[in-house]
């Protein structure tokens, strides 16, 4: 079964270093999904692209994260730089086309981010 | 804006017990609705969803989840609960028209053997 692929699984970093978080979603999936996940909540969306073209970054703190998908396949998540306060998990997730009726969308492994 | 509410935070049963998650959403719109689980150590999948249609869906491992839309509810059930589905357990719904998922904030689920 295809996955979305994320990398690293697991990152510690001390504040004000940058860290960056790669996705590679599900091949086909026109739609990509970045959504942060503190422990003990449910995931937020941080940002969402259609193919390469972001569509909502309205909860992305832009003074510090950026993320791009230039070629619309895989994605990059960038700190910089980064707060005690993004200590989370980061969720990487696809789906065939948001604007589809009966939209699934897939998740990968997730990256944990620890910031000391 | 849409939100999602979980009655639960923490639930905790014995094995064969019948388990109910109650879930409440908020938008007046047309809605995708979801449950996501999340076992120790993995990543979110998918346990089943709503679209359309009869709304009595039926998931994986024996879940199932009624959709009631008068009270914008999609409280999930099992009949009979196992160790193994100790687990985090998510709602979501998105708007139909933008395929943003919003999630309530999980039950955590722990089964007695």
């Not at chain 2, 017990?17 to 879930?23: F, I, K, Q, V």
């Not at chain 2, 199932?64 to 719904?93: G, H, M």
């Amino acid at each position: 079964e295809a996955e979305v692929a994320q990398s690293p699984r697991y990152k510690i970093t001390e504040k004000s270093q940058a860290v960056a978080f790669w996705c590679d979603p599900i091949s086909g999936h026109a739609t990509l999904y970045w959504y942060r996940q503190i422990l003990g909540q449910g995931p937020e969306l941080l940002v969402q692209f259609q193919d390469e073209s972001v569509v909502d970054d309205s909860q992305l703190p832009k003074d510090r994260f950026s993320a791009e998908r230039l070629k619309g396949v895989d994605s990059t998540l960038k700190i910089q730089p980064a707060e005690l306060g993004d200590s989370a998990m980061y969720l990487c997730a696809s789906s065939f086309n948001s604007a589809v009726s009966g939209n699934t969308i897939y998740f990968g492994e997730g990256s944990w981010l620890t910031v000391v | 804006a849409q939100s999602v509410s979980q009655h639960n935070h923490h639930v905790i049963l014995s094995e064969a017990a019948s388990l109910e998650l109650g879930c409440n959403y908020s938008y007046g719109g047309t809605v995708n609705l979801f449950w996501y689980v999340q076992y120790p150590g993995q990543h979110l999948q998918l346990l089943l969803k709503y679209f359309s249609g009869d709304p009595l869906v039926k998931g994986i491992k024996g879940f199932e989840a009624e959709f009631i839309k008068s009270k914008f509810s999609f409280n999930l059930r099992k009949p009979s609960v196992q160790w193994s589905d100790t687990a985090e357990y998510f709602c979501a719904v998105s708007a139909s028209n933008t395929g943003k998922l919003i999630f309530g904030q999980g039950t955590t689920l722990q089964v007695k053997p």
